[in-house]
C-alpha cells in the first residue's frame, strides 16, 4: 500500500521492518540549529535517519546577483536528489517522515519530495509524541543505508518566486495564505523575524490549526470546511510563511481535504522582507 500523505503510528509500526521504508527524522528548531541533529542524536524512532533543515533541505548560497533567498531557500532539485539517494531512498521506496513540532518541518521534506516527483511519502501523524503515546520504542543507534537510485521525475507540485509574489500586489490573481502564528503574522514576534508584518493582502492561518488538541491532523472534510472558508479555489493561492517550511504543512492539509494546486513561495516572509522596496502590513489581515 503506498501513503502519500499521512501515516498513522500504528501503521508506521507494523512496517518498520520492511526493506521498502526509509524513515526520516526531521527535528529542527529556528533559534538553535543544532537542536535536532543533538535531539535526533539522543534517541530517535528505530531504522531513522536525521534530514537537517540547514544542510539537507536547504541551499543558503546567494541568488545570482548577489540577492538573499530567504532563511531556508531549497537547494537544487540534483543536490536534493543526491541527498535521498544517500538516505537510501529508491524509485519505490515508502518515505515517512516526522519531527516533534506538529509536522512544522517534516511537512517541509514531505512537500520537497513532491517537487521532485516521489509520491509515495507521508507524515508520520502526530509525530515524534503519537510514536511515544503508543508505547513505541526508541534508540540511539545510527544506520548507514546502501545508496539508493532514485531519479528526478516531474514534479508534482508549484512554486512562485518572489517576482511573481509582487507582480501579485498589481493583478490580485492569487491570494496568500500565511502560515505563521497569529504574534508573527502582525508583526509582534522580532525575535524569529526581525522586520515584523506581513505581506500586504495576505490571510493568516496558523499551521497549527490543522491539528486536534491531541496533535493528530483533523479530518478531511474538517479540513476543508475550514479552508474553502478562507480560500476560492487551491489553484489560486500562494502558500508561505517564515522561510518556506511550517507553508508546507498547510499544503498537506490541503492534500489531505483533496484540496490540491496551491503554490509554495520558498522564499516567504524572510526573502520578502530582507529588501526594503517591498511594502510591509502589520496588524491584522
Not at 542524536?41 to 537537517?52: E, G, L, T
Not at 540534483?78 to 516533534?100: C, M, P, S
Request: glycine share 8%.
Amino acid at each position: 500500500m503506498s501513503f502519500t500523505t499521512l501515516m498513522s503510528a500504528n501503521e508506521l509500526a507494523e512496517i518498520l521492518s520492511s526493506p521498502s521504508l526509509v524513515l526520516l527524522d526531521c527535528r529542527s528548531d529556528l533559534l538553535d540549529p543544532k537542536a535536532g541533529a543533538a535531539a535526533f542524536a539522543q534517541s530517535h524512532i528505530p531504522v531513522a535517519q536525521h534530514a537537517d533543515l540547514d544542510t539537507d533541505l536547504s541551499d543558503k548560497t546567494p541568488g545570482p546577483h548577489g540577492e538573499f533567498r530567504g532563511r531556508h531557500p531549497l537547494p537544487t532539485k540534483e543536490v536534493f536528489i543526491h541527498t535521498l539517494r544517500k538516505w537510501g531512498v529508491n524509485q519505490d521506496t515508502q518515505v515517512v517522515v516526522y519531527d516533534a513540532h506538529g509536522g512544522m518541518f517534516a511537512a517541509r521534506l514531505w512537500w520537497m519530495l513532491r517537487w521532485v516527483g516521489h509520491k509515495n511519502v507521508a507524515l508520520l501523524d502526530g509525530g515524534l509524541q503519537a510514536w511515544q503515546e503508543m508505547d513505541g520504542t526508541l534508540t540511539s543507534r545510527l544506520i548507514t543505508p546502501p545508496i539508493g537510485n532514485i531519479t528526478l521525475q516531474p514534479t508534482l507540485v508549484k512554486t512562485v518566486d518572489v517576482n511573481h509574489v509582487v507582480a501579485n500586489l498589481t493583478t490580485h490573481e492569487y491570494e496568500i495564505l500565511d502560515a505563521r502564528a497569529a504574534d508573527r503574522f502582525r508583526g509582534e514576534n522580532e525575535v524569529i523575524d526581525p522586520t515584523a508584518g506581513h505581506i500586504p493582502g495576505a490571510k493568516n492561518r496558523w499551521f497549527k490549526e490543522n491539528l486536534t488538541a491531541n496533535g493528530l491532523f483533523k479530518s478531511a472534510d474538517v479540513l476543508r470546511a475550514e479552508l474553502t472558508a478562507l480560500i476560492k479555489s487551491p489553484d489560486t493561492t500562494i502558500m508561505q510563511c517564515g522561510s518556506g517550511a511550517s507553508a508546507c504543512v498547510n499544503l498537506l492539509a490541503m492534500e489531505i481535504a483533496g484540496l490540491s494546486g496551491a503554490a509554495l513561495y520558498p522564499g516567504s516572509w524572510s526573502e520578502w522582507s530582507a529588501e526594503p522596496s517591498r511594502p510591509i502590513a502589520t496588524g491584522n489581515a
